[in-house]
């Protein structure tokens, strides 16, 4: 069954809200930055590479394996967030996955706040996933979202959209790999642009996003 888990957290059908957040693509957009299939596919690796596999890909690996250090992992995760709008993202869709934790019959985890790569560790754990394989799952879940908010906030076609996918999932294996590699004096999370947009998009007047 560990197979069908690992699919099942990885489905975009999973009832966190994450259609509801852009991660900061939608400031990007806002800003002409991202505005066809390649810029797209451009801004969402660097969010990878700098941001998502030196900072959460790592901590989530150390959340599965250690789940008694989860608390700690948890506030470092929840600090790296570098507005309130990204902040508010991983608390909300934390919040809504221990929610269904709960109704599937799985102990919650007992944090007054959660973030969503906690949630997803101790689902993962839970269900004894392979960490790594449980990584994977998650880096393709966040890379789905991102490339689903590019196709709504631009004039981007469904094809172009699986070219991305198709193009940046060739690097999640190695993403993991490299996560499980670092030390914890490794972890970082600078994408001082991204912060920067992020605050924009606070106040941004139209939008179809919450970050």
Known sequence: MSLARLLQLASPALPVGA???SGGLEAAVEAGIVKDRE??????????????????APLLLRMIREPESSAHWNA???ASRETSELRAETVQMGFSFNLLLRELEVTCVP??????????????????????????AYLWSWLENQVMAAVKALPLGQTDGQRVLFSLGERLEEVARRA????????????PG??????????????LFRS
Do not use: C, K
């Open 19 to 21: 259609y509801s957040y």
């Open 39 to 56: 810029s797209a596919e451009r801004w969402i690796a660097d969010v990878l590479e700098l941001g998502v596999a030196r900072m959460d």
């Open 76 to 78: 470092i995760l929840l």
């Open 111 to 136: 944090l007054e706040e959660l973030s969503f790569p906690a949630a997803f560790a101790h689902a993962a754990s839970h269900w004894r996933i392979e960490p790594e394989s449980a990584l994977v």
């Open 180 to 191: 499980a590699a670092l030390d914890e004096d490794e972890f970082e999370n600078f994408a």
């Open 194 to 207: 991204l912060a920067r947009l992020s605050s924009n998009h606070e106040t941004q007047y139209s939008r």
